[in-house]
């Protein structure tokens, strides 16, 4: 069935430094992809998102590319902030009435 | 425009209590959902709604029954809690399939 993968957190990062938290999918047709980030004590809120192959999201400097070939959409941002630190989910859509979340990657940037 | 709301925000409950999570949102949404957030798993689906009146599983819906009388509110409820039921649960909504979700603050809940 249709599943995400995301790295196995925690990440530890210094500000300024460059983050990737990957994220690879497996679905059956042409989904879409989205990420959510939910900062300590709140619910998800919706990052970027990408709906067809090739497309780049972008956000809050945050950056994704849909890449089919490779099934990914890998979340990057070149300098990290104190304030960026949360817990990051990957999903996809494929259809139906549900959308199916990765298990999450936790970001502790220190100053 | 108070979004998605969550009452309680904490709870904890006695094997075998019951005990009902309302969820509310003020955008007008069609589908509402109700997830559970446990460490390394992520999220699952417990049930959802596609309509006011409809319900339907997730995919972890045992000991678990919902409701949705009114579009804006989709209520959780806890026959007979267990401890594997500790957890922290959200509700969402969202306009239709696909498109994004609105999340709730979370209720933590913890059985003894």
């Known amino acids: 069935g249709d599943s995400v993968t995301q790295m196995e957190g925690p990440v530890t990062l210094s500000e300024e430094a460059f983050l990737t938290i990957n994220c690879t999918y497996t679905?059956?047709?042409?989904?879409?992809l989205f990420w959510y980030v939910q900062y300590p004590g709140e619910g998800l809120q919706l990052l970027l998102k990408?709906?067809?192959?090739?497309d780049k999201g972008s956000n809050k400097g945050f950056e994704a590319t849909y890449r089919k070939e490779t099934t990914s959409f890998h979340l990057e941002k070149g300098s990290v902030q104190v304030s960026d630190s949360a817990v990051y989910f990957c999903?996809?859509?494929?259809?139906?009435?549900?959308?199916?979340f990765g298990a999450g990657t936790r970001l502790f940037v220190k100053a | 425009n108070a979004g998605v709301t969550q009452t309680p925000k904490f709870r904890v409950l006695k094997t075998g209590q019951s005990m009902t999570l309302l969820c509310a949102q003020d955008?007008?949404?069609?589908?509402m959902y109700w997830y559970r957030q446990d460490p390394g798993m992520g999220l699952r689906l417990i049930h959802y709604?596609?309509?006011?009146?409809?319900?339907a599983k997730g995919e972890v819906p045992d000991g678990y029954n919902v409701s949705r009388l009114k579009k804006q509110n989709f209520l959780l409820g806890l026959e007979s809690a267990a401890p594997s039921q500790t957890s922290v649960y959200f509700c969402?909504?969202?306009?239709?399939?696909?498109?994004?979700?609105?999340f709730g603050p979370g209720t933590r809940l913890t059985v003894t």
């Open positions: 969402a909504s969202t306009t239709g399939s696909g498109y994004e979700q609105y």
């Open positions: 679905a059956t047709g042409y989904p879409s």
């Open positions: 990408a709906t067809k192959a090739d």
């Open positions: 999903a996809l859509y494929t259809g139906g009435f549900k959308t199916i």
């Open positions: 955008m007008n949404h069609e589908y």
């Open positions: 709604s596609v309509g006011e009146g409809t319900t």
